[in-house]
């Protein structure tokens, strides 16, 4: 009797009902955790004082800030939840991607050259907007025929950015032979270098004589054809080796004096492409 009273005892002791679940310390642990994200997520997706509300633009002249700010705001939504008609949106600060803003303003609008956009906390969004200064009007090179169609702004880096029909509000039209998909407003058309002669080149014109450029015509990789307000032209190397500084040089001995007033009347072109010297004709005597 004592033997089974010992190991029947014995065995009662160790059936002694578990503690329930809720009483485990990680239980707790983990309600804990569960709250503090749930906390979390509410103050980064739908807490009021963390929401973009405020836009501090600057730096836009033709783009209406209105309109921006309607854009903006389409571009601060992030799609939490999209299950068919269900659509759940935060516009939560934190969640605000700059650089996809910044790219999507670039594609929407060509005339913008360069656009920042940072938070500001805890609800305004800053955009700093350079837009694109022209340097004159881009239209293709048809030949021998120029037709004024299909024309754009044009700004020094050799970038077309927005459409426009004559009268054109800038003097010099830049022409060059390009394909139909080569003209996508935001891309650059022209060779930087190129254009960055010809803005050289105008400047110069304007600045030191007051003659003005009214059309430049890229008539190939290494020639670059100035049409001037007085009548005559002047021809650029613009090739790889060439040196435009050297060859506004040449120009400016011209026409400070080398060639005489009543033979500028009657000039028909000078020629600045050969290295050692200028060809100077006149308009009775050479040809285009």
């Not at 050259?113 to 004159?136: D, F």
Request: aromatic share 10%.
């Amino acid at each position: 009797m004592s033997y089974r009273k010992n190991h029947v005892k014995s065995k009662i002791n160790k059936i002694k009902p578990k503690k329930p679940h809720v009483a485990k310390i990680w239980i707790w642990w983990l309600v804990f955790f569960v709250l503090i994200i749930l906390t979390l997520s509410y103050f980064l997706f739908f807490y009021s004082g963390l929401q973009v509300s405020k836009f501090n633009i600057t730096g836009n002249t033709k783009i209406d800030t209105r309109v921006l700010s309607d854009f903006l705001a389409s571009e601060t939504k992030t799609p939490l939840i999209e299950l068919g008609d269900i659509k759940l949106y935060s516009n939560g600060i934190f969640l605000i991607n700059e650089r996809k803003i910044a790219k999507d303003s670039l594609e929407k609008w060509p005339g913008i050259e360069n656009i920042s956009v940072h938070k500001s906390l805890p609800q305004t969004l800053v955009i700093n907007i350079r837009e694109r200064k022209p340097l004159g009007v881009f239209c293709p090179s048809t030949g021998a025929e120029q037709i004024n169609s299909n024309c754009f702004l044009v700004d020094q880096y050799g970038v077309i950015f927005e459409p426009v029909t004559g009268p054109f509000p800038y003097p010099t039209i830049v022409r060059q032979s390009v394909s139909n998909d080569q003209i996508i407003p935001g891309r650059e058309i022209i060779n930087h270098d190129i254009i960055s002669a010809i803005y050289k080149i105008q400047e110069s014109l304007k600045n030191g004589f007051q003659i003005n450029t009214n059309e430049a015509l890229i008539s190939s990789p290494l020639r670059v054809d100035i049409s001037t307000d007085k009548n005559y032209k002047i021809y650029f190397d613009v090739g790889p080796d060439s040196d435009i500084d050297v060859q506004l040089q040449k120009l400016d001995s011209l026409l400070s004096g080398q060639i005489p007033a009543n033979s500028l009347k009657n000039l028909r072109y000078i020629d600045l492409r050969p290295k050692d010297r200028a060809i100077v004709c006149d308009n009775s005597v050479c040809g285009g």
